[in-house]
């Protein structure tokens, strides 16, 4: 699976000590993020990850990516009270509705991040592989 992360300034810390946490079952897949999100898990969790552009930049390649179904899960650990600069809603938006049109699992919250992540580990998202493939 392609597992795209993402995450405010004020989260990023949050999705570090997540991605160790879960890091046995997030190693069995493909990882990329924005750039400091993926430098700060990388070094945190020891994961390989594809870095992209950190920020808005990043944000728009994964949207890109998204797009054109080339990713399977998105986990964005965001911070409803950051200013509209940094990946602000109608960023989150745009990426929300892509993953609404392609079907794809997305996680704004730590909550949510886990229970997709269990259900990684339960196989209940090969079906992304089989809508991937058609695509």
Request: glycine letters at 6%; hydrophobic letters at 45%.
């Amino acid at each position: 699976m392609n597992i795209a992360l993402i995450a405010h300034d004020k989260k990023k810390e949050l999705m570090a000590d997540f991605c160790l946490a879960y890091k046995r079952e997030l190693q069995r897949h493909e990882l990329l993020a924005t750039g400091a999100t993926g430098a700060l898990v990388a070094e945190t969790a020891g994961l390989n990850i594809r870095l992209l552009s950190s920020g808005l930049a990043g944000e728009e390649q994964i949207a890109a990516r998204i797009a054109y179904n080339e990713i399977d899960l998105v986990i964005f650990l965001r911070d409803p009270d950051t200013a509209a600069g940094d990946l602000g809603e109608p960023q989150m938006n745009s990426l929300l509705k892509l993953c609404d049109i392609n079907s794809i699992p997305f996680a704004t919250n730590i909550a949510t991040a886990e229970l997709l992540v269990k259900a990684l580990e339960r196989g209940d998202l090969e079906w992304r592989e089989l809508v991937r493939k058609k695509t």
